[in-house]
């Protein structure tokens, strides 16, 4: 019998693994797809997430090829509201780090399969999971063919649409939201370097962060279902970047287009006997602010000291209840964070949108707010 496994490949069930592993645990990891994920929706990766990478040896290796954002913008009509900084966020870590969620993926499975080879297994369809008090037992196809495993514990990190939660009967406290958005990541020609910039237009917000190979990514909130329905290609939001920004950007140098709604999505328990839920199984954020993968890596930072007690014999019911109570909580904390970045960005009539832009100009200006929204926005 293995001591953990671990249902989902993806970047949090990888840094799970890799925790456990280098404790001298058996783990194995079961992923559905049988090639890892080439684009890359998330980028961000926050102080604490790098504070918890760190933990795996990864973090230097990161910071190596990501960009370093120590400095976001607020922008409207032409001009600078405020500028906040992330010097005083982290000792170890002042900056959100900016990289592909594809590179940041692969560098995780390289560490895993570095403390073991066979840890990692890829075309795994999961189809039942079955919990009798004394251990988990998954049964799933490979290649088509029946297998079986049998573990401890199993932590379940397999998304949004978790098969594992389903199973489990976990209920879900859910919310669609309006907002719509088209991202699209194109060559980088505006002289912003490595900073963020947030442009808080009438039409909707623009954001637009630095990547590494002079990339940039830019975020357009769709004003309407009107608008939303032409959102089709990099040319169509090559336009609206122009309109509401004034900045040109080349159609023909886009090498990523992706169109999102929101919702959220929060498990009203983490923990099912002997199976745990994490990252997107257990929580579905809003990709405004960058804070879902970041989540789901601190929920496996969390849980791994307590599992670890686990197998040495420490019984875990209390452990398992302050972590639940703690990391839902952190993800509630997420949700509102996320409700506030997105208000921000809607439409506005232009009265309105200027009251927005006097006030954000107002609280920028302050340094104890301007640390406390820095704090914030890189979930401390």
Same mark, same amino acid.
Request: positive net charge.
């Given at each position: 019998m293995?001591?953990v496994l671990v249902?989902?490949?993806?970047?949090v069930?990888?840094?799970?693994?890799?925790l456990?592993l280098?404790?001298?645990?058996?783990?194995r990891?079961?992923?559905q797809r049988?090639?890892?994920?080439?684009?890359?929706?998330?980028?961000?990766i926050?102080?604490?997430s790098?504070?918890?990478?760190?933990?795996?040896g990864?973090?230097?290796g990161?910071?190596?090829e990501?960009v370093?954002?120590r400095?976001?913008l607020?922008?409207a009509g032409g001009?600078?509201l405020?500028e906040?900084?992330?010097?005083?966020?982290?000792?170890s870590?002042?900056?959100?780090?900016a990289?592909?969620?594809?590179?940041?993926?692969a560098?995780?499975?390289?560490r895993v399969r570095?403390?073991?080879?066979?840890?990692l297994?890829? %075309? @795994?369809?999961?189809t039942? !999971?079955?919990?009798d008090? #004394?251990r988990? +037992? $998954?049964?799933?196809t490979?290649?088509?063919?029946?297998?079986?495993?049998?573990?401890?514990?199993?932590?379940?990190?397999d998304?949004v649409?978790?098969?594992?939660r389903?199973?489990?009967g976990?209920?879900v406290r859910?919310r669609d939201?309006?907002?719509?958005y088209?991202?699209?990541?194109?060559?980088?020609?505006?002289?912003f370097?490595p900073d963020?910039?947030?442009?808080?237009?009438?039409?909707?917000?623009?954001?637009?962060?630095?990547?590494?190979g002079n990339?940039?990514?830019?975020?357009v909130?769709?004003a309407?279902?009107?608008?939303?329905?032409?959102?089709?290609?990099a040319?169509w939001?090559?336009?609206?970047?122009?309109?509401r920004?004034?900045?040109?950007v080349?159609p023909?140098?886009?090498?990523?287009?992706?169109?999102? %709604? @929101?919702?959220?999505?929060? !498990?009203?328990?983490?923990? #099912?006997?002997? +199976? $745990?839920?994490?990252g997107?199984a257990?929580?579905?954020?809003?990709?405004i602010?960058?804070?879902?993968?970041?989540?789901?890596w601190?929920d496996a930072?969390?849980l791994a000291?307590v599992v670890l007690?686990?197998l040495?014999?420490?019984?875990?019911?209390?452990?398992?209840?302050?972590?639940?109570?703690?990391?839902?909580?952190a993800a509630?904390?997420?949700?509102?964070?996320?409700?506030?970045?997105?208000a921000?960005?809607?439409p506005?009539?232009?009265?309105?949108w200027q009251?927005?832009?006097?006030?954000?100009a107002a609280?920028?200006?302050?340094?104890a707010?301007?640390?406390?929204?820095?704090?914030r926005?890189?979930?401390?």
């Amino acid at each position: 019998m293995l001591d953990v496994l671990v249902i989902g490949g993806g970047p949090v069930g990888l840094f799970t693994a890799a925790l456990l592993l280098q404790e001298g645990v058996t783990v194995r990891v079961l992923e559905q797809r049988t090639y890892a994920e080439p684009h890359s929706r998330a980028i961000g990766i926050h102080p604490p997430s790098l504070d918890a990478l760190q933990g795996i040896g990864l973090a230097p290796g990161l910071v190596a090829e990501g960009v370093q954002i120590r400095r976001g913008l607020a922008l409207a009509g032409g001009r600078t509201l405020a500028e906040m900084s992330f010097a005083g966020v982290s000792d170890s870590f002042p900056f959100v780090l900016a990289l592909p969620q594809a590179r940041t993926a692969a560098l995780l499975e390289q560490r895993v399969r570095h403390l073991d080879p066979a840890a990692l297994h890829r %075309g @795994v369809h999961v189809t039942h !999971v079955h919990d009798d008090g #004394a251990r988990v +037992t $998954v049964d799933a196809t490979s290649d088509g063919a029946p297998v079986r495993y049998t573990a401890a514990v199993a932590i379940a990190a397999d998304g949004v649409r978790s098969a594992v939660r389903a199973q489990s009967g976990i209920p879900v406290r859910a919310r669609d939201y309006s907002d719509s958005y088209l991202m699209g990541d194109f060559a980088d020609s505006t002289g912003f370097g490595p900073d963020a910039a947030l442009f808080l237009e009438p039409a909707g917000i623009v954001e637009s962060f630095p990547l590494p190979g002079n990339l940039r990514r830019w975020v357009v909130r769709l004003a309407g279902s009107g608008n939303a329905g032409n959102a089709r290609d990099a040319g169509w939001l090559a336009d609206r970047i122009r309109e509401r920004t004034g900045i040109g950007v080349d159609p023909a140098g886009n090498s990523m287009l992706s169109r999102f %709604g @929101v919702r959220s999505r929060l !498990v009203r328990r983490m923990v #099912a006997g002997r +199976t $745990v839920l994490i990252g997107d199984a257990a929580h579905e954020i809003s990709p405004i602010g960058g804070q879902g993968m970041n989540l789901g890596w601190l929920d496996a930072a969390a849980l791994a000291p307590v599992v670890l007690d686990w197998l040495r014999g420490t019984p875990p019911v209390a452990a398992l209840r302050d972590f639940e109570a703690r990391r839902m909580a952190a993800a509630a904390r997420a949700v509102r964070q996320s409700e506030i970045n997105m208000a921000l960005g809607r439409p506005l009539p232009g009265l309105r949108w200027q009251v927005r832009c006097r006030a954000i100009a107002a609280a920028g200006a302050v340094p104890a707010v301007n640390g406390f929204a820095a704090r914030r926005f890189t979930m401390q």
